[in-house]
């Protein structure tokens, strides 16, 4: 399951200028958790 999350974490990096601030924020909030 870790793996899942840190792909989905580099997709956000990469795609940031794309991706809504919150949406990101979000994001690593369950990174965090």
């Known amino acids: 399951m870790s793996d899942d999350v840190n792909n989905s ?3 956000s990096t990469v795609h940031f ?8 924020y979000d994001i690593e909030t369950e990174l965090g958790r």
Do not use: G
């Open 17 to 24: 200028d794309d991706t809504p601030f919150e949406e990101v």
């Open 9 to 11: 974490a580099t997709s």
